[in-house]
């Protein structure tokens, strides 16, 4: 079973930086898909980031590639997310998430089986 906790959450003021982690528990395997997702009132959880276990990333194109960046430390088995020059929009709580066994990432949040709980996000100016 594998399991996931985020943190790095909080409050912001537009402008600041955050990086958000997600310590995993549990064997992923070798051919697996890390995600970032966030997801705000009244809308459907979105992708933020996505990086497969052999380090190739995928942002989509809502993501602003400037200022969003994942990477994955395996000897800390942790999954980061880096948010730059923070803007009110990129408020949300942030989920990470894990697809096993795959081959190639999918940035459809009904393709994750695995979930943590999220860390909530909130940007100010």
């Known amino acids: 079973l594998v399991q996931l906790v985020e943190s790095g959450g909080g409050s912001a003021q537009v402008g600041e930086s955050l990086r958000l982690s997600c310590v995993v528990s549990g064997d992923i395997g070798d051919e697996a898909c890390m995600g970032w997702f966030r997801q705000v009132p009244g809308k459907e959880r979105e992708a933020v980031a996505i990086i497969h276990t052999d380090g190739e990333t995928t942002y989509p194109d809502s993501t602003d590639k400037g200022r969003f960046t994942i990477s994955q430390d395996n000897s800390k088995n942790t999954l980061y997310l880096q948010i730059n020059s923070l803007k009110p929009e990129d408020t949300g709580m942030y989920y990470c998430?894990?697809?096993?066994?795959?081959?190639?990432?999918?940035?459809?949040?009904?393709?994750?089986?695995?979930w943590g709980q999220g860390t909530q996000v909130t940007v100010s100016s």
């Open positions: 998430a894990a697809d096993l066994e795959v081959w190639v990432c999918y940035v459809e949040s009904a393709e994750y089986k695995y």
